[in-house]
């Protein structure tokens, strides 16, 4: 019989995380695997996580919709809402775009080539895009943003807005910063040998960046086309912040006379408030004078038609106003042929 000590075995149950050296050899490991997935499969893989981040994003969107949060809370409890994506990225195996830059450092050790890499990156990011895209037609088809009185729309409108304004810099810092914390917590979930652990370890560094307001390049795939989606099919919720003017964005709603008079001035610097309605009718709002608007000459102007159409309706004190009815009475009594589009009422959630 031997009298060498036989191995130790490891343990059956062993609940210790990874040590630092074995999560970069795990990483780098994946960063292989992940390299040499072929092009259908990382596209595959990268549709599903697009549409999982996005999933991310629009529970966020519920919590920042609750205008009863401070700042503080808001943030922070959108943040947490938020790690859906990145548990259902990890824990479902899907290919995300700011995960998948651990790839370098495979391709630091050499595991991995430069063309290799840049070819999964291109892939992943596409697939990306196109899943959140899927997501944000089929959200929108759903009316999902008319939840809360229309704040759920309303919150995604302002969070697309805030994200227009900063200079490119800005934009690359705030980016580089959530990809930093981004990566993080991929590293501290290849640590955990549990789902629970997994889960546990993404949430701080996901809810940060998130608190902080640093940019997630496929979160604002989803963001930025949605409140795109809404503004151009006219579905834009009153009381939006500005569009910045960096922002492109074309409102479709109708414009006064004395906008279009002004236009000229403000070609530079132009803001556009969403959902440019009259002030007399906005819900809740007085009714202006029809005598303050009267034409200084005799011949009758679509303006003229404008303020004859908000006396009317200011006029029907028993017509009941809901969530949508302000839009679509206006329409209904200036005619549709006035305007670029047709704005329907959204339903009622």
């Not at 990382?42 to 919590?63: H, N």
């Not at 990306?128 to 089929?138: M, P, S």
């Not at 959200?139 to 939840?147: G, N, P």
Request: charged content about 20%; proline content about 5%.
């Amino acid at each position: 019989m031997s009298d060498r000590a036989s191995a130790p075995q490891p343990p059956i149950f062993n609940l210790q995380a990874y040590s630092p050296a074995e999560i970069k050899e795990a990483v780098e490991k994946v960063g292989v695997k992940k390299a040499d997935l072929p092009v259908a499969a990382s596209l595959m893989l990268a549709v599903v996580a697009g549409g999982g981040v996005g999933f991310g994003a629009l529970y966020y969107t519920i919590v920042a919709s609750d205008p009863g949060l401070g700042f503080a809370a808001t943030r922070v409890l959108g943040g947490l809402a938020f790690t859906l994506g990145l548990v259902l990225v990890l824990v479902g195996g899907a290919e995300l775009f700011t995960g998948n830059n651990l790839i370098v450092m495979a391709w630091a050790s050499g595991r991995v080539s430069t063309a290799t890499m840049l070819r999964n990156w291109t892939v992943v990011y596409l697939g990306n895009l196109a899943g959140a895209l899927g997501l944000v037609v089929l959200v929108f088809l759903s009316h999902h943003l008319d939840m809360n009185d229309g704040r759920v729309g309303l919150s995604v409108l302002n969070t697309a807005a805030g994200k227009i304004p900063p200079d490119v810099m800005t934009l690359f810092v705030k980016g580089t910063l959530c990809n930093v914390l981004v990566c993080a917590a991929v590293w501290l979930a290849y640590g955990g040998r549990t789902v629970t652990d997994k889960i546990v370890a993404v949430v701080l560094p996901v809810s940060a960046f998130i608190a902080a307001g640093f940019e997630h390049c496929v979160a604002n795939m989803y963001f930025l086309p949605l409140a795109w989606l809404l503004i151009q099919t006219g579905h834009a919720p009153e009381g939006g912040r500005r569009l910045g003017d960096h922002g492109c964005w074309n409102s479709p709603q109708p414009r006064s006379g004395h906008d279009r008079q002004h236009r000229g001035r403000r070609r530079h610097g132009r803001h556009r408030l969403l959902g440019d309605l009259p002030r007399g009718l906005r819900q809740g709002a007085p009714r202006r004078e029809v005598g303050r608007h009267k034409s200084s000459t005799n011949t009758r102007t679509k303006d003229d038609d404008y303020v004859a159409a908000e006396h009317r309706l200011g006029a029907e004190k028993e017509m009941p106003v809901g969530k949508g009815d302000t839009v679509q009475q206006f329409f209904t009594v200036l005619g549709k042929d006035r305007f670029e589009i047709n704005v329907a009422p959204w339903g009622e959630g």
